[in-house]
């Protein structure tokens, strides 16, 4: 394997402990090309890729497009590459097709936006293939990559198919940083019990190693708390890494470098939108201070903070638990009564094949429950005074209660004439019927005979 070493410092905003390799400012990074460049592109032709003994350094048109040269040989310098001449062929043809690409849009890549970075690196290997020309090695294009993201930050990695962020990283920081950060998480996380692989583990080294990309260095220590919230915050993060990416900050501030992450999503309730800021508040309360179990009271907060935008819509005068009345109890009950899937929802993403269909009378009935419970609770903590009685002003309706009762399912043709059959035939000598022992069958009918005197 072969190190390169890296040239210059970081364009970062924040003092990064790592240099970056490329600063635009050393470059003439003019948009356009000018005519003798691409004059001088155009005369080179395939003598852009510049194997060793396949082209002249002296020529003149190299002398020309010394200006687009320069950074990307700068890059070159700075990229990890295996020991494999595939590889270093695969960056002399990176270089030589970004120079075609500004031959033909006439701008150098200092300008080029990221849909015209992923048109040069094909959606997939495939794509790739098909629209390069045939001399060009197959290991260009992850070495396009890392030009795109060195001297355009192109970060949209989810876009390229299915692409590995560990060789990405590898190439930019080079293999050693990389691998020292993964196996520092990896072992704090081997000491919490979670079963990750010694070597690279395909479920943190992704998420990882586009957190460095993000962050633009390869130490652990430069993964600050803000660092996290940035990276979090990430147009380009999938969905999917944020598991792991929570695992990962626990890892690091366990190193001393960032604070603990914050509670995931899936184990904090959403704050309560949609409602009175007084109306949410009395929620909270109750919910902390309940004791019924956990899940009973997030679905009875879900239920309130309903009622709360129903309040806001039909009722905003009412923004405490204070100013309910019997009146206010039976308009609510009538609307539980009326209610949809839906309705006064916070988020409809999951509702959205059941919208407009009416709840059931289970639902119903859980809509009052919670509610004569949240109101009965605060009547005995004694923080709203008695001003009716939750069991009678929010009971549910007979006609809700008559449809509580079991919920036969239809029974098919066939399976219904084979039970009707089986009754009509049955008998005590049926050879399906359960049998019992003599001895059980007499001790269950007749008592024991009883002992002499």
Same mark, same amino acid.
């Given at each position: ?37 691409? !004059? ?15 082209? $002249? ?13 320069? +950074? ?10 295996? $020991?494999?001449?595939? #590889? ?117 080294? +992704? ?13 652990? !220590? ?8 940035? &990276? ?8 999917? #890494? ?21 509670? +995931? ?6 704050? &309560? ?43 905003? !005068? ?25 309705? #006064? ?69 066939? &399976? ?9 035939? &049955? ?27």
């Amino acid at each position: 394997m072969t190190v390169l070493t890296a040239v210059s410092a970081s364009t970062t905003d924040t003092p990064l402990s790592w240099p970056w390799p490329v600063e635009p400012d050393r470059y003439d990074r003019r948009p356009e090309l000018t005519g003798d460049e691409r !004059e001088a592109l155009a005369s080179l032709g395939t003598d852009l890729r510049r194997y060793p003994g396949g082209h $002249d350094p002296q020529a003149p048109q190299w002398k020309t497009v010394r200006r687009l040269l320069r +950074p990307l040989d700068d890059v070159r310098s700075s990229l990890w590459c295996p $020991d494999d001449g595939s #590889y270093r062929r695969g960056v002399d043809d990176a270089i030589a097709l970004i120079l075609l690409r500004c031959a033909a849009r006439r701008r150098t890549v200092w300008v080029w936006p990221a849909d015209d970075w992923l048109a040069l690196i094909g959606t997939s290997a495939r794509q790739f293939t098909a629209n390069a020309p045939g001399w060009a090695e197959g290991t260009a294009r992850p070495y396009l990559t890392s030009y795109a993201y060195l001297l355009s930050n192109f970060t949209e990695f989810d876009r390229l198919g299915s692409f590995r962020r560990l060789p990405l990283a590898w190439r930019v920081f080079g293999k050693q940083l990389v691998d020292e950060a993964q196996q520092q998480v990896a072992q704090v996380l081997r000491g919490w019990g979670y079963q990750v692989e010694a070597g690279v583990d395909a479920r943190i080294s +992704p998420v990882l190693c586009q957190a460095l990309l993000f962050n633009r260095s390869p130490l652990l !220590e430069d993964l600050t708390t803000q660092a996290f919230d940035r &990276i979090r915050q990430h147009p380009d993060l999938p969905d999917r #890494y944020a598991g792991a990416l929570y695992g990962i900050q626990r890892a690091v501030a366990t190193l001393g470098h960032c604070e603990m992450p914050p509670t +995931p999503y899936r184990g904090r309730m959403p704050a &309560i939108k949609g409602t009175s800021h007084s109306w949410a508040e009395w929620v909270e309360r109750w919910h902390s201070t309940s004791t019924l179990s956990r899940k009973v009271r997030d679905n009875n907060r879900s239920l309130l903070s309903k009622i709360g935008r129903w309040l806001a819509a039909e009722h905003p !005068e009412i923004t405490e638990p204070t100013q309910w009345t019997r009146q206010t109890c039976a308009a609510w009950v009538a609307t539980v009564d009326k209610l949809c899937v839906g309705d #006064y929802v916070q988020r409809v993403a999951s509702h959205e094949r059941r919208t407009g269909q009416p709840i059931t009378p289970h639902s119903k009935s859980g809509y009052l429950t919670a509610t004569r419970a949240f109101f009965r609770d605060l009547q005995e903590w004694e923080w709203i005074p008695r001003r009716f009685d939750p069991m009678r002003a929010l009971s549910t309706p007979r006609t809700i209660a008559a449809m509580l009762g079991p919920d036969p399912r239809v029974i098919a043709d066939d &399976i219904w004439a084979k039970l009707l059959w089986a009754g009509l035939n &049955i008998g005590p000598d049926a050879a399906d019927a359960p049998r019992r022992s003599a001895r059980w069958s007499w001790a269950r009918r007749s008592p024991p005979p009883r002992a002499g005197p």
